[in-house]
């Protein structure tokens, strides 16, 4: 199959060299140029993946029409920012038709879009668009390691078949016509994953990171399901299976997020420093409008939410989520 990533950090590079070492024809685009021209030099991502060098079958392309002439699958891989401005540039190239699967996790800032909608948002009648989720870190796909991960859409039949054609041993693929529970799992656990480094930068121990991961999943339950998802979806790759690995994993950006805060660093400077993109901080504010808009409880989106505004401290937000009152679970 040919197929064209765009998005050349860690999660795309990776997808892209998995993808070009069983068999597929893989061409990795990106927006800057400079980068693009770097990474076809050294034939590997020195910048956001070093360490892995390209197969043969990865190619890199600055022109865009150029990486889309005959593809058969569009990956998108960059961040959900960026994600909308994505999916306008295959219109542009006469694309739009084109099957897409995003694999980048949140909600779309002010419009509390998930990724599958706002490409089927720019894309309106494009029938095959779908979801990439699962407990997955880029260095582990690129090195080989095996691992599980999710393929979602509402098109029950494509999905399928993507499922057949892009399954590896390394790579096992699960396919799921509940699309939004897939992409709320992957959207809401990155938060989670931030209140768990918060905690175990604190030192506040084990038992606290389990209580803290339980009712993460609580809260991600009850937001999914209040937007049409099916509770069981929670219980597999894309929900408990995402969650886990976020928020114990040494790999996690998102619970290095919370690690930086809990040593009183301010949070650009924690971004500065992981250097790469760590979604989790943007989508709290949405998760939590979305919480509102479903008036659902989310204690710990919110405490985090008043934590990078500034209105509470690091130890302040652990004790609130430790100290709330007694209840039924």
């Not at 190619?59 to 990486?67: E, V, Y």
């Not at 219980?235 to 040494?250: N, P, R, Y």
Request: aromatic share 4%.
């Amino acid at each position: 199959m040919k197929i064209t990533v765009m998005g050349a950090g860690a999660w795309g590079t990776a997808l892209a060299i998995h993808f070009a070492r069983h068999g597929h024809d893989v061409t990795m685009w990106a927006r800057n140029a400079q980068h693009v021209q770097d990474l076809a030099q050294a034939r590997e991502n020195a910048r956001y993946l070093p360490g892995f060098a390209f197969p043969d079958a990865l190619q890199m392309q600055a022109d865009l029409g150029a990486a889309l002439q005959g593809s058969e699958l569009v990956l998108m891989v960059t961040s959900v920012a960026g994600l909308r401005d994505s999916a306008q540039r295959l219109i542009e190239h006469n694309a739009g038709h084109l099957p897409v699967l995003t694999a980048c996790k949140g909600f779309e800032q002010d419009s509390g879009l998930l990724t599958f909608q706002v490409v089927k948002d720019v894309l309106p009648d494009n029938p095959c668009i779908g979801v990439l989720s699962g407990p997955s870190f880029a260095q582990e796909l690129a090195r080989q390691l095996p691992c599980a991960v999710v393929l979602a859409s509402e098109n029950k039949a494509w999905i399928e078949e993507m499922v057949h054609e892009l399954n590896t041993q390394v790579m096992r693929l699960y396919g799921s016509e509940d699309v939004i529970g897939v992409a709320v799992g992957g959207a809401v656990k990155n938060i989670m994953a931030i209140a768990t480094g918060l905690s175990d930068g604190l030192e506040y121990g084990l038992n606290a990171r389990a209580a803290l991961v339980t009712r993460g999943l609580a809260e991600i339950t009850r937001l999914a399901v209040a937007m049409g998802a099916q509770p069981k979806t929670m219980m597999g790759l894309a929900g408990v299976g995402d969650l886990i690995l976020t928020c114990t994993g040494a790999l996690s950006r998102n619970r290095r997020v919370g690690l930086g805060l809990a040593e009183g660093k301010e949070l650009h400077e924690v971004l500065k420093e992981i250097g790469h993109v760590s979604e989790g901080v943007s989508t709290i504010e949405e998760v939590f409008n979305s919480a509102c808009k479903y008036q659902i409880d989310m204690p710990i989106t919110q405490t985090l939410l008043q934590l990078l505004r500034k209105e509470l401290t690091a130890e302040q937000v652990a004790e609130r989520l430790m100290e709330r009152e007694a209840r039924f679970e």
